[in-house]
């Protein structure tokens, strides 16, 4: 942060932005988690309550991490790349659940991970570059994803 206090109205909308993109993706995917209820899991699928409380603080986590990004003193255009890296990471967690739980493309939404995986990598190296704090509230993010790769590509193995 630039001058050490707390821009409230910035660390509010940082922290909504990625709260709502997962909001409406679950809301347009709801109807598919009736069906993942249903379908064979691998081994560690935890219930289904998991996934929301999880993303919410994954999302809260990110919102966090771009405030301290985009609050920093780094130069405007580092900022630039690190929130665009962002952006597309965020997009394509919204477009995960669509994939999955709307289409029904198993293998595709693994692909789909893999992707969204080193898009958010990339975010986390340049939020880390600069600001050490932001780089590490993005890990529990990674970690999820890694754990959601292998539950996706269990139920597409399994079902």
Not at 16 to 39: F, H, I, N, Q
Not at 85 to 95: D, P, R
């Amino acid at each position: 942060m630039k001058s050490g206090k707390i821009k409230w109205k910035e660390l509010v909308i940082c922290i909504a932005a990625p709260l709502l993109v997962g909001a409406l993706a679950g809301v347009l995917s709801r109807g598919g988690m009736e069906d993942y209820k249903t379908m064979y899991k691998p081994l560690l699928a935890p219930p289904g309550w998991v996934f929301p409380v999880v993303w919410t603080i994954l999302y809260v986590l990110m919102g966090l991490a771009s405030y301290l990004v985009y609050t920093s003193t780094a130069s405007p255009e580092r900022i630039r790349r690190a929130m665009t890296s962002y952006v597309l990471q965020l997009a394509a967690n919204f477009v995960w659940p669509l994939i999955f739980f709307l289409l029904g493309a198993y293998l595709i939404a693994f692909l789909w991970l893999i992707l969204l995986f080193a898009l958010a990598l990339v975010c986390a190296l340049r939020f880390g570059y600069i600001d050490a704090r932001a780089g590490k509230l993005m890990a529990p993010y990674l970690l999820w994803l890694f754990f959601a790769a292998y539950l996706n590509l269990g139920v597409y193995l399994l079902n």
